[in-house]
């Protein structure tokens, strides 16, 4: 069993930036691909950024490459997502997920999810 806890989710104007974090129990993080996600009112959720297992390979959704970049300490079993040059359209709750011994990621194989953080951009 896995929790995942994520934070530093907040309001924010547009341009600024952020770093979400997630934390995570057990002693097996570091078998476990992590990723984030996110949905927006009204929205589906959708794919941000993912990491594997090793941290030697990562994975971005267009929308936000080159401003977004995901990280982990697989010492203190904790995911990081650093959000730059961040836009209204980034408003939404944003989840983090473990999926374990999978890559590439996709949400239908996430075996664990958090409950998710608020980050509001506004214009």
């Known amino acids: 069993q896995v929790q995942l806890v994520e934070s530093g989710g907040g309001l924010v104007q547009a341009g600024d930036s952020l770093r979400l974090s997630c934390a995570a129990s057990?002693?097996?993080?570091?078998?476990?691909?992590m990723g984030w996600y996110r949905q927006a009112p009204g929205k589906e959720r959708e794919f941000v950024a993912a990491i594997k297992w090793s941290g030697g390979s990562t994975s971005y959704a267009d929308s936000v490459k080159g401003r977004f970049t995901i990280s982990r300490d697989n010492a203190k079993n904790t995911v990081y997502l650093q959000m730059n040059s961040l836009k209204p359209e980034d408003t939404a709750v944003y989840f983090c997920a473990a999926d374990y011994q999978e890559w590439p990621m996709h949400d239908y194989g996430v075996d664990y999810w958090g409950k998710g953080t608020l980050v509001t951009v506004s214009s």
């Open positions: 057990g002693r097996t993080f570091s078998y476990y691909a």
